[in-house]
């Protein structure tokens, strides 16, 4: 009976050790997520740029006027779709999602017809460059 007792408190400490551990991991991915959100809002800069960013980055986006598509690209650079959440305009929102998961069914509820087949266009060459056409 003693052995059996000494097991459950052996198990019982590395119990505690993962609870700790995952604790602080979701502690951690909590302020990752806030920073992420903090540095894609507009008022994270000083001042908004016209110019948009060659390479953008997704802190350079919070500060061009063409935010939502700033971040749009860095999402589809990194293939992020998690990204695309931060984006506020629903057809500017769609196209990323719909670039990244490559679904022409969000490219056909765009309402910004130039959009829409902006949209198509990039998902045809995304199928086509990975089968090396």
Request: proline share 3%; with cysteine.
């Amino acid at each position: 009976m003693k052995n059996k007792k000494s097991n459950f408190e052996k198990w019982k400490k590395y119990f505690f050790v993962f609870v700790f551990l995952f604790l602080v991991s979701l502690i951690f991915a909590a302020i990752f997520l806030f920073t992420l959100k903090k540095i894609t809002e507009p008022e994270f800069c000083d001042n908004i740029t016209k110019n948009y960013p060659e390479h953008p980055n997704i802190t350079e986006c919070a500060c061009t006027e063409k935010r939502d598509f700033c971040i749009g690209d860095v999402a589809e650079i990194n293939n992020d779709i998690n990204l695309c959440y931060q984006i506020t305009d629903p057809d500017i929102k769609n196209f990323c999602i719909a670039r990244i998961s490559l679904d022409r069914n969000l490219c056909s509820r765009l309402l910004d017809e130039g959009l829409r087949g902006a949209c198509l266009e990039s998902i045809e060459l995304k199928i086509n460059w990975s089968k090396g056409l």
